[in-house]
């Protein structure tokens, strides 16, 4: 929905493969990009609530991000990037071993794919590397990680993506929309709303 100078997206997305749903909802104003989402899952029989809200500017890299994690315990990570691949804690502190990553990758979420996708703006059979901060939410542990996004076809609907971990093989096709939201992304997530 499109107010003025901001737009204001909901979506939600269920899991295949384990109980889960998220809802986003996105705001873009004339300043920046804010992703606001609750997931709820389970793993092991305990409920799980994942809560995150995700900062971009308006060329979708990522300002700042934090997570928040309800497993019957509390657990949280925010950190801060200047966009050109340097991430600070909240204290000010570099954290070296993310150096050169632009994007994130938050395990539990398709959403994340949507920031690259929209900052690349690839074309039918374009093909880019990129370096991210995957958030492995269940092991709650950061590490940077080498991923490749094709984009495979598009129409009047939307796109056809392959995405590519390429630190430990992992490769799935996926459709996303025009504004670059997945759509079903195979054995993973499937669109709702």
Request: with cysteine; hydrophobic share 35%; charged share 25%.
């Amino acid at each position: 929905m499109k107010e003025g100078n901001k737009i204001k997206m909901d979506v939600m997305w269920e899991r295949f493969s384990e109980t889960g749903l998220e809802h986003l909802f996105l705001l873009k104003d004339k300043a920046c990009i804010t992703a606001n989402s609750v997931i709820l899952t389970r793993q092991d029989d305990i409920p799980v609530r994942i809560l995150y809200t995700i900062y971009c500017n308006l060329d979708w890299r990522v300002n700042k991000f934090h997570v928040q994690i309800f497993d019957g315990k509390y657990r949280d990570i925010a950190l801060q990037s200047d966009g050109i691949g340097n991430w600070t804690t909240n204290a000010g502190k570099l954290v070296e071993n993310l150096e050169d990553c632009i994007d994130i990758d938050i395990s539990v979420t398709p959403f994340t794919n949507t920031i690259p996708i929209r900052r690349l703006s690839l074309k039918a059979g374009e093909s880019r590397e990129i370096k991210v901060v995957y958030i492995d939410i269940y092991n709650f542990s950061l590490r940077p990680v080498n991923q490749r996004y094709t984009c495979l076809e598009s129409n009047a609907d939307g796109y056809k993506y392959r995405y590519e971990n390429l630190n430990n093989g992992f490769m799935e096709e996926f459709f996303i929309d025009k504004d670059g939201f997945v759509i079903d992304y195979p054995n993973l997530f499937k669109r709702i709303l």
